[in-house]
């Protein structure tokens, strides 16, 4: 079945502890992107891929690091979480930018 | 930066009737795409319906239309013959087709209720 996964799926953390989402699909996307999604804000692109070892920034990359190595991984990482840093995080992926983006199920972080 | 505007926070409509989902956009660029995109209670992301810029004709999915005004900058979504399945946040979605710009924008959504 092609889809996009991430994990955890839920995580409660404390500010400053380390963390990584992951986020992997299996349709051969060249395409890889975070979202973070707060009420009232819609979803915010935080990094994006176009391919593997090149990313770029999206509109709030503040405080997060992402790597591509392969082409089907995307993991976001947060060095040091903090309290405005709790939302709901969505990978997604595409065959290219300009094609319609499979969204993974969501990552409710918090981080307290 | 393009800014994508959705001005209803929260609409509902009778079931079977006809609702329409309005969405702005702001960009300087000629050619790009927009995306209308569901997110039922389950949170899952679903793409709707997608249109090119550079096409005049609207496009339609079944019961889901867009009326693209480009000129105006304007991208509504209108659903017919509502379903309770219809019941969702709506996001409206715009992405530049320049090859050197690849971030998309999302617009804050709208709330659609289906009363039966």
């Known amino acids: 079945e092609a889809q996009v996964t991430q994990n955890p799926r839920y995580l409660i953390t404390v500010t400053g502890k380390k963390l990584t989402v992951t986020c992997s699909q299996n349709?051969?996307?060249?395409?890889m992107s975070w979202y973070r999604q707060d009420p009232g804000l819609g979803l915010r692109q935080i990094y994006y891929?176009?391919?593997?070892?090149?990313?770029d920034k999206g509109d709030v990359p503040e405080g997060y690091k992402v790597s591509r190595k392969e082409k089907r991984n995307f993991p976001l990482i947060l060095e040091s979480p903090s309290p405005n840093q709790t939302s709901l995080y969505f990978c997604?992926?595409?065959?290219?930018?300009?094609?319609?983006?499979?969204f993974g199920p969501g990552t409710r972080l918090t981080v307290t | 930066a393009q800014t994508v505007t959705q001005s209803q926070p929260e609409m509902s409509v009778q079931e079977a009737e006809t609702v329409t989902l309005s969405c702005t956009y702001d960009?300087?660029?000629?050619?790009?795409?927009l995306f209308w995109y569901k997110q039922p209670p389950s949170r899952q992301m679903i793409l709707v319906i997608r249109?090119?810029?550079?096409?005049?004709q609207n496009a339609t999915e079944n019961r889901f239309s867009v009326n693209f005004q480009k000129a105006a900058k304007s991208f509504s979504l209108k659903i017919s013959d509502s379903q309770l399945g219809d019941a969702a946040m709506y996001f409206c979605?715009?992405?530049?087709?320049?090859?050197?710009?690849?971030?998309?924008?999302f617009g804050a959504g709208t709330r659609l209720t289906v009363k039966p």
């Open positions: 997604a992926s595409a065959f290219d930018g300009s094609y319609e983006q499979y």
């Open positions: 349709m051969n996307h060249e395409y």
């Open positions: 891929s176009m391919n593997v070892e090149v990313t």
């Open positions: 960009t300087s660029e000629s050619d790009y795409y």
């Open positions: 249109q090119e810029a550079y096409k005049q």
């Open positions: 979605a715009y992405r530049s087709a320049m090859l050197n710009n690849n971030d998309m924008r």
